[in-house]
């Protein structure tokens, strides 16, 4: 039977990406193929962080005692866990539920991808401000559409170049959804905006992440 390392699950406002604002219920799983350097869930990627051990009967009973239909996965990174693509499936066979999938860019996503229409994908882009630029898989962008989302965390103005060109180069703003979103107390928002209008980014959002304007930045279950 397939056993899952799960640190956190709770219900909450999903803070980024497409259904900022919207009830979701996360799963957080344990453990982290990168090492960012704003991460704000280090304390979930470390080898001896407490975690349940769920089996996916456990998870999808869980998911819906909540009543909620967003569910997240994240952590960590949910794409390194062992097993997770029987997961994912299970949890996509119910239409009822959105599965989405917040991933780091560093794993490769093709054997997701034809999962099913209720799961989304939520790339990130890690930027040179986080450390982790060069473990970027931008094959993924062939496997994205509309209903999904990549997502930039700024950290400073050359960060903000190199969203721009990748943007560019890959053409995201026209397949996909995107996302600037700041580095929390690294750059300012409105330093964000001013880029975007000064390089006419007609087809990116600027995005702040909720949760950490609703509680304390560094407040777990939320």
Request: aromatic share 10%.
């Amino acid at each position: 039977m397939e056993k899952y390392r799960v640190v956190e699950k709770f219900v909450s406002i999903n803070g980024e990406a497409k259904a900022a604002g919207e009830l979701a219920c996360f799963i957080r799983f344990a453990g982290c193929n990168l090492d960012c350097s704003y991460c704000d869930t280090k304390w979930a990627n470390g080898k001896d962080v407490p975690y349940e051990i769920m089996s996916k009967e456990d998870i999808y009973n869980y998911i819906k005692e909540t009543g909620v239909r967003n569910v997240t996965l994240t952590g960590g990174e949910p794409l390194i866990q062992e097993n997770i693509e029987t997961l994912i499936r299970m949890l996509a066979a119910d239409k009822t539920l959105r599965i989405e999938l917040e991933t780091n860019g560093s794993v490769p996503i093709a054997k997701y991808a034809d999962i099913g229409d209720n799961v989304v994908f939520t790339l990130d882009y890690k930027l040179p401000g986080s450390g982790m630029d060069s473990h970027m898989v931008t094959d993924n962008y062939m496997y994205i559409g509309k209903k999904d989302a990549v997502k930039f965390v700024v950290s400073d103005k050359h960060d903000l170049d190199c969203a721009r060109d990748i943007i560019n180069r890959f053409h995201l703003d026209e397949i996909t959804t995107v996302y600037l979103s700041s580095s929390f107390s690294r750059i300012e928002p409105r330093d964000i905006v001013d880029y975007m209008i000064e390089h006419g980014m007609n087809r990116v959002k600027l995005q702040l992440q909720l949760h950490k304007y609703i509680w304390e930045p560094d407040k777990k279950g939320v």
